[in-house]
């Protein structure tokens, strides 16, 4: 493969990409129904199937049945921090998989802009960033908790605020990613999309997800890419 000469942006994700992270993601999805019930409302009236903006609507109606009142960006609050409790207690084993900062090096030479989109918090991100020392290669970032909930990955429109911080138009972004929600914003913003098996998904994922996605083990392979 070769990298198409109309992309100036070379996106990543960041766990399970760039950084070899051990969050606890049984907690962590567990973030937003465990704020819901500690703040009084009922296990049955919450819906996980609903969005997360659907579930907080529904309870803030529940809460004030009972005399509590919350405003939504109160509840997003308070679900974002109970994430970020659980993701920073990985940070101090957080590292780069073998090859990240030489990979971020070879890009930065070959004269592409670098960008990280991430579902993770963002003091959790600078904080990983921080540790591995590939803070530096970082020309824009863009984390959970900069926009309102529903607007991150898989959502298209994360793809553009990482293109707009970058000042770069989506279809010049080559994004990079573990998961099949990396995937699915890149394919649906207009981006281009390489996997790597490095993450939670491993290979037999990404084949059963699409046969047509190139996918590589881990960043390493992709080093020979960005020619100096």
């Not at 969050?23 to 049955?44: C, H, Q, R, W």
């Not at 109970?82 to 930065?108: H, P, Y």
């Amino acid at each position: 493969m070769k990298i198409d000469s109309g992309y100036k942006a070379i996106g990543f994700d960041m766990d399970g990409t760039l950084v070899d992270t051990k969050i606890n993601y049984d907690e962590l999805n567990m973030a937003e129904f465990d704020t819901l019930t500690s703040l009084g409302v009922p296990v049955k009236k919450i819906n996980v199937t609903e969005s997360t903006d659907v579930a907080i609507r529904q309870s803030i109606e529940y809460l004030r049945t009972i005399g509590k009142e919350y405003s939504f960006d109160q509840i997003e609050k308070l679900i974002n921090k109970r994430a970020e409790d659980i993701e920073m207690r990985s940070v101090f084993t957080a590292n780069c998989f073998s090859g990240t900062i030489e990979l971020l090096k070879r890009i930065k030479s070959a004269g592409y802009l670098i960008g990280l989109l991430t579902r993770g918090q963002r003091k959790y991100v600078e904080s990983v960033m921080k540790k591995c020392e590939i803070m530096g290669y970082m020309d824009a970032i863009d984390a959970f908790d900069d926009h309102p909930v529903g607007l991150q990955k898989p959502n298209p429109v994360a793809m553009n605020f990482l293109a707009q911080k970058l000042g770069v138009s989506v279809k010049e972004i080559l994004y990079i990613g573990d998961n099949v929600w990396d995937y699915y914003c890149a394919r649906d913003a207009g981006a281009g999309f390489i996997g790597v098996a490095s993450g939670r998904h491993g290979r037999t994922k990404w084949d059963a997800l699409d046969e047509d996605v190139f996918v590589v083990d881990s960043v390493t392979a992709l080093i020979d890419l960005f020619e100096l």
